[in-house]
Each structure stands twice: as C-alpha cells, then as structure tokens.
C-alpha cells in the first residue's frame, strides 16, 4: 500500500484551516499549526475552526498542534499561510527548528514589510539555493474551498516536479490546479490586487455605481501589469488567475476583507472601526503602502494605487482622491 502523503499547514486562520481540510479529505497526513494556544486548544476539542469556519468538522486525518518544532518536522513540505507582516518572523523561526530538507510553499498574498520585497527573496537568502519553492495563489475564498465549491487557481514553482507534486496533494474534481514557473508574476498579482480592493470598495462605500467599478478594475489590472512586468512577471500570469482572477473575486464580492474595508471607509468609518468590523486581516492596508513605495522606487505610474495610498496613509478625502483620478491629463489607452 501506498504510505499517504503528509503535509505541515503553518497558519490557523481562514485560509490555512481551508487548505488543511483539503488536504485531508484528499487522503494527506495533514498537521495544522497556529500560534495562539488557545485558538489551537479550541480547535482540538470542537475540531473544526469555530472562528473562522464554524460550519466544517476536521477530518480525522487532520490534527492541530501550537508546536512550531511539531509542524516543522512532520512533513518536508510545509504550506505557510501566515499574514505577510508574519512571514518574515515564521521563516525565520523555522529555519533554527528544521532538521531535514524541506519544501517550502506559502499561500501569504503581500510584500515583506520590511523591506517591501517579494516573499521568495526572503525565502532564497534564508534557505539553501536547492530549496524547491512554490507560491499557491489564485481567486479563492476560503469558505467556498472549504464548502468544496468549484475553484481554479495557480501554482508558481521553481522546480516543475514541486509544482507536479504539490498538484497532486491538492487537486481533486472541485479543487483545479495550474501550474506554472512565474513566481514573480503570481506574487505581485495576489499582492497587488489587495489594494484595488480597497480603492473598488471606497468607490462603492461612496455610492459610485457599477460603470465607475469597470473602470477601476480594467486600469486597475493595466497597474499590476506594469509593475509585475518590470519586476520581471510575465503578462500571461497577470491575465490569468493569479492577476485577473484573483482581481476580479477581491473587487467586486463582499466576501473580500480588502473591499470590505473599503466599503467601510467609502461609507465614512475611519481605519480602527473598519478593522474591528472585520476582524481579520486585511492585507491590502500595508500593501498600498509597499506597492506605492516600489512605484516610485521603479518610477512607474500607477495612479490608482497612490490615490489609495493618499487616503490610507495621509488622511486624503477619498471624494478627492476619485476627483484626482478623473482629473488626469487625457491619455491614449
């Protein structure tokens, strides 16, 4: 008999308790950490994610544990899906735990704030050159995947049987994977497309209508085209799942935190009562900040983005910044 595949999850939230019960139910040994003992110790004994999704029991091939050194050893394939401001902090702890060669493949949509680069830079200066790695990103909510609804979405290795691999640990009949080599452009697209989230929800929390959402979207993905080509992203990733996919899911659906707080500063919230509402994380917030810095830093013109920008980090009247945007010099498309 084969011996089942096994897989570490590294984030007890919403998207990494999803993965994990797909994982499971596609027959993997899976462990599911998270840093918080008792967010850990009420998953163990309800055995479901009553937080985040209270409506799916754990399968029983899925343990939780709060042990890093636990989950970091049980499988060399570790799935991190921490929040971007974590990643740097978990990477790092994983590296001094580890006891064996590993794989490493995060699920994380952002920048490293540190520094505002691409998470696998942080990866490839930590671990061995020889490292396989792979990005997991796509339009995906994490309750839908849960609830085995129909997904498609985009695994960007830089070793092809990595990718082949970590395809079949998770692809099923509801659960279809691509694979592809372009990391860069599979990260810029799911990081980016958290701030046009934000900046289509503020458009909606005004009361603007469903021409003024098009537009944003269409110039929108013109943006994260410019920036993941110069980074060195290819256009066919950022029209495809990971770009355009990923940006129409987060920008026109209610189930997006990014265009959730949006919506909530559109309508007139400030920033604290717009989080608290949500009470998750909401990546786009520090992303604006990290995309807007990597647009002057490689002077490219990405306007929507620094609007957002203006109205997150310098307290713009977000009525203004749409009467900024409208106001451009004329242009060729």
């Known amino acids: 008999m084969t011996t089942p595949a096994k897989i570490s999850l590294l984030g007890a939230g919403s998207w990494g308790t999803a993965l994990a019960i797909l994982a499971a139910q596609n027959g993997c040994q899976t462990l599911l950490w998270g840093h918080n003992p008792a967010h850990i110790a009420n998953l163990k004994q309800a055995r479901k994610n009553q937080r985040y999704l209270p409506d799916l029991n754990f399968p029983e091939n899925l343990q939780v544990t709060d042990d890093l050194a636990q989950a970091a050893n049980f499988s060399?394939?570790?799935?991190?899906?921490?929040?971007?401001?974590?990643?740097?902090h978990t990477i790092l702890k994983l590296k001094n735990l580890i006891q064996k060669p590993v794989k490493i493949v995060w699920a994380t949509k952002g920048f490293n704030p540190a520094d505002g680069s691409l998470l696998h830079t942080l990866v490839t200066n930590i671990f061995p050159n020889n490292t396989p790695i792979a990005v997991l990103s796509g339009p995906t909510f994490a309750k839908e995947v849960a609830r085995n609804l129909p997904t498609a979405l985009t695994i960007a290795a830089n070793n092809p049987q990595f990718a082949q691999e970590l395809s079949a640990i998770l692809h099923n009949?509801?659960?279809?994977?691509?694979?592809?080599?372009d990391l860069i452009g599979v990260q810029v697209g799911g990081a980016v497309k958290n701030v046009l989230a934000i900046a289509a929800?503020?458009?909606?929390?005004?009361?603007?209508?469903?021409?003024?959402?098009?537009?944003?979207i269409t110039r929108g993905l013109n943006e994260v085209m410019r920036l993941g080509i110069q980074l060195g992203g290819k256009?066919?990733?950022?029209?495809?799942?990971?770009?355009?996919?990923?940006l129409l899911l987060t920008c026109t659906d209610n189930q997006s935190r990014n265009r959730s707080f949006g919506l909530a500063i559109g309508a007139g919230k400030n920033h604290q009562q717009a989080i608290q509402a949500i009470g998750q994380e909401i990546e786009g917030i520090s992303a604006a900040k990290e995309t807007y810095l990597l647009a002057r830093k490689h002077n490219i013109d990405m306007p929507i983005i620094e609007q957002t920008y203006k109205v997150l980090y310098e307290h713009l009247d977000p009525k203004i910044a749409v009467k900024n945007l409208l106001n451009r010099e004329q242009t060729l498309e």
């Open 173 to 181: 009949s509801h659960f279809r994977i691509y694979t592809s080599d």
């Open 201 to 216: 929800g503020i458009a909606d929390g005004l009361g603007f209508g469903a021409n003024t959402r098009a537009a944003l």
């Open 76 to 88: 060399d394939i570790l799935l991190i899906s921490v929040p971007s401001h974590a990643f740097q």
């Open 235 to 246: 256009p066919e990733t950022l029209m495809g799942l990971a770009g355009l996919g990923d």
